[in-house]
């Protein structure tokens, strides 16, 4: 069910990655685009600067010639006047009825008494008028023109301004969906391993009941039944007797053969000091994957095989010379109570029931109630 989700779900991951590299790509060309908007912009305002700067002389120059050419006019005024003082009226009262300078330059075409250079004079002051008019005019429209410009490039910031904008609303949208996925993905994977551990604990519950029942299968084959001892032991093995793995297995020339031949390694000593305990550890602990075969150290009678709190399954022995040994946190048994075994013979499995942190075989070893270097008859 999960596993075409889990796998859409990453595909749309993708897909969302890509768009928002696309969308990076767009924005950082909007940038340089902003950027050459804004370069052009800064141009644009200097060249509209500059152009005040000769408007402003243009100004200056204009006033200069009117100056110049309203200081001709007042001069030959004068002299005109002076002119009609001195007879000459009709002419005269014309010309100085002249309401301008260019009407005063009209008149003067018919009056042959005033001065060719005077007359040459203001026609050259009124040109230069004329022209710095003309210049000024000019600059002014080409400030125009800057300034249009100006509002161009102002109106394409904006806009490309909108659109960074936008990109970048757009980048934020992607990057909270492609979040909001990875959480959808990650959820869906652990469903998917929920779903996976589920499967896997009904398949190890199977098992277990399968060997349950050939456990009890085996027990009522023997018709002996493993005394239960306390009824509130919580859910541990209780003494089910299940078959052996090996034969006989007897080492060295002791009394006792070794219970454990199949240990990784001796974790303890027997009388070792350790905090947790009031007096010496009473055995040898030995340290062995779960499940290796543990032995009868020597012939004897079963007294105990059952579940202990402390001591797990344990199996305890009376030995035919009057030692009693003790087997501890096995897994499960392979003898019951009452029954007799030889030496070497396998009487359970390694295990770490009862108070007991890991794999291992307590054995102890007691002649009259207290406990012994199990060394010593080994
Ligand atoms: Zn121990």
């Keep these: ?33 902003l950027n050459t908007v804004i370069q052009e912009l ?65 008149k003067t075409e018919y009056v042959t008494k005033i001065s060719e250079y005077d007359r040459d004079m203001l026609v050259e002051f009124q040109k230069t008028v004329e022209q710095v008019q003309k210049k000024e005019e000019e600059l002014r429209a080409e400030y125009e ?5 100006q509002t161009t490039l102002s109106e394409k910031r904006a806009s490309v301004e909108t659109l960074l904008s936008n990109k970048n609303i757009q980048i934020a949208n992607l990057e909270s969906e492609i979040g909001e996925n990875a959480k959808v993905l990650q959820q869906l994977i652990a469903e998917a391993q929920e779903a996976e551990r589920r499967q896997k604990e009904a398949e190890a519950a199977q098992l277990a009941a399968q060997q349950q029942a050939m456990n009890n299968n085996a ?22 007797v299940i078959p052996p793995s090996s034969g006989n297995v007897v080492s060295g020339s002791g009394y006792f053969t070794h219970p454990c031949p199949g240990m990784t390694y001796q974790s303890s000593y027997f009388g070792e000091i350790r905090e947790f305990e009031v007096g010496g550890h009473k055995g040898h602990d030995y340290a062995a994957p779960e499940g290796t075969p543990t032995y009868a150290a020597a012939a ?22 009057g030692l009693v040994s003790k087997y501890m946190h096995h897994s499960a048994l392979t003898v019951s109570a009452g029954q007799r075994v030889e030496k070497g013979q396998q009487i359970g499995y390694v295990g770490s029931t009862g108070q007991s942190t890991g794999p291992h075989l307590h054995f102890q070893v007691e002649l009259n109630g207290v406990a012994v270097n199990p060394s010593n008859y080994m």
């Design 1 to 33: 069910m999960s596993a075409t989700s889990i796998s859409e779900t990453q595909k749309k991951g993708e897909q969302l990655e890509e768009q928002k590299k696309a969308a990076e790509a767009e924005k950082s060309s909007l940038d340089n685009e």
């Design 219 to 240: 027990g009522q084959n023997n018709q002996i039944q493993a005394p239960s001892g306390g009824s509130s032991t919580g859910g541990s093995t209780s003494g089910g």
């Design 42 to 106: 800064q141009k644009a305002q200097d060249d509209m600067s500059a152009k005040e700067e000769q408007i402003e002389s243009a100004e200056n120059e204009l006033v200069e010639a009117k100056v110049t050419e309203n200081n001709q006019y007042e001069s030959m005024k004068k002299r005109i006047k002076y002119m009609y003082e001195n007879g000459n009226v009709e002419f005269i009262e014309i010309i100085l009825s002249a309401e301008n300078i260019s009407d005063f330059l009209n």
């Design 300 to 321: 004897g009678t079963v007294l105990i095989a059952n579940y202990s709190t402390s001591a797990g399954n344990w199996v305890v022995i009376q030995h035919d010379n």
């Design 145 to 149: 023109e800057l300034s249009a410009l």
